[in-house]
């Protein structure tokens, strides 16, 4: 079965800092990976998705994400945090046959600091 | 001109009513589901359906029970309510299809508490 770890549960960044979301995943195939992004009173919208090819995926609001396979990693990442980006940041892996609900992680919630 | 759109948005009752959640797309997808996020963020799926046909049926009390008039709509009723049902629930949806799985669009969700 699939499953997906965010190990932090709350991060806080500075407004202008860099940020990396870290997110493991266990999966016996390629997966499909994703990061949706849940505003307070929100629904979830998707940051970005990673299917197949370059590695390094790029997203909206200037987000980006890199797969690593010998780590069973799809961290997030910003290299410059503004106000607006406090939220909270899911993780998600689904499969293109059967089953293809997401399984989602715990979430990390952001906090910015002016 | 909302993808996804879920009513109502806050849902109060008491313990032992019945409720239904309605939920419409008009992205054209083929797939909708119902996910429960709990008090802590944790985001579970409960039911998914493709072109009206039931795929996912999570361990779910069968007090809940999905209804898909059409492909563009699934709803969710829910009878003798409990404590335990407060959550927010979400309804999404996708396009299957031979090109694998594609981003899942989701509702702003119902806020369900039960008194």
């Known amino acids: 079965a699939q499953s997906v770890t965010q190990p932090d549960i709350h991060i806080t960044v500075s407004e202008g800092a860099s940020l990396e979301l870290r997110c493991n995943y266990s999966?016996?195939?390629?997966?499909?990976l994703f990061w949706y992004v849940q505003s307070p009173g929100q629904g979830l919208q998707l940051l970005l998705k990673?299917?197949?090819?370059?590695?390094l995926v790029q997203g909206i609001k200037g987000f980006e994400a890199e797969f690593k396979r010998s780590q069973s990693s799809f961290n997030l990442r910003k290299p410059s945090v503004h106000w607006s980006d406090a939220a909270e940041y899911f993780c998600?892996?689904?499969?293109?046959?059967?089953?293809?609900?997401?399984?989602f992680g715990s979430g990390t919630r952001l906090q910015v600091q002016p | 001109d909302t993808a996804v759109s879920q009513t109502p948005k806050y849902l109060v009752t008491q313990m032992g009513n019945d409720k239904s959640i309605k939920c419409e797309q008009n992205l054209g997808h083929d797939t909708m589901y119902w996910y429960k996020q709990d008090s802590k963020k944790f985001l579970k799926i409960m039911f998914s359906y493709n072109n009206k046909e039931l795929i996912i049926n999570e361990t779910v009390p069968n007090r809940f029970s999905p209804k898909s008039p059409d492909k563009a709509h699934l709803n969710l009723h829910i009878n003798s309510l409990e404590l335990g049902d407060s959550a927010v629930y979400f309804c999404?949806?996708?396009?299957?299809?031979?090109?694998?799985?594609?981003?899942?669009?989701f509702g702003d969700g119902t806020r369900l508490s039960i008194l």
């Open positions: 990673y299917f197949s090819g370059d590695t």
């Open positions: 999404a949806s996708s396009q299957g299809g031979s090109l694998g799985i594609q981003p899942q669009h």
């Open positions: 999966y016996g195939a390629t997966p499909y």
């Open positions: 998600a892996v689904g499969k293109d046959t059967g089953r293809r609900a997401l399984t």
